[in-house]
């Protein structure tokens, strides 16, 4: 079963999936709730699943299945890379996750490693994961404050990281400036350093 808003999107996976040898879709939607109408009747093996939908989101469904058919399999699909959808993601029962420009060989590879009991997930993904079980235990930054260095690091601008975060500038000049007083630094570049020195990113 495919869930994605993005109806040219939701097409082009369609026929990714069709196309292979294995996989078929069973049922494609353009949101959570018609899909879960009829996701009793269907029962998907496998779920590819956007996060950002229209009405519920796909955290939200992803819960919602896993109460109904605990054994079905959904691989979250999204342009989102930060930390926290990530991880939201995951503790809501997703089996993998990957981003939207995926190619169509990866995808069936996905699809081949969640059926093995794998977790698909882009490169990038993977990296946030392993990087987040690196950082120090006892860092003085909060998670999203962690999450506002570790964009600031990756040479990201005030404005990318608010839309990634999916705050506003102001809330993300409010986290810099306790990030600022907590390590006891005056610009960017220090704290930065800071932070990477004492492993906090």
């Known amino acids: 079963m495919i869930i994605e808003d993005n109806e040219p999107l939701n097409d082009i996976f369609c026929e990714i999936i069709n196309n292979s040898d294995t996989y078929k879709i069973i049922g494609s939607y353009l949101n ?15 779920v590819l699943m956007d996060i950002e939908l229209p009405g519920m989101n796909g955290i939200q469904c992803t819960k919602e299945i896993k109460k109904i058919n605990p054994k079905t399999l959904v691989i979250m699909i999204t342009v989102f890379e930060n930390s926290k959808t990530v991880f939201d993601a995951l503790c809501s029962g997703a089996s993998g996750y990957l981003t939207k420009n995926t190619t169509s060989n ?17 490169i990038n993904i993977a990296k946030m994961v392993v990087e987040s079980f690196k950082k120090a235990p006892d860092s003085v930054l909060t998670e999203r404050e962690t999450e506002v260095i570790t964009m600031l690091s990756q040479g990201n ?14 809330t993300i ?20 350093r800071e932070a990477s020195i004492r492993k906090f990113i």
């Open 106 to 122: 990866k995808l069936i590879l996905a699809l081949n490693e969640v059926i093995l009991g794998g977790a698909p997930m882009s």
């Open 173 to 192: 000049k409010y986290h810099i400036k306790n990030i600022y007083d907590k390590l006891q630094v005056h610009s960017k570049e220090e704290a930065i």
């Open 32 to 46: 959570a709730e018609n899909a879960l109408n009829y996701f009793k009747d269907e029962l998907p093996d496998i």
């Open 157 to 170: 601008s005030y404005k990318t990281i608010a839309l990634n975060l999916e705050i506003s500038i102001n």
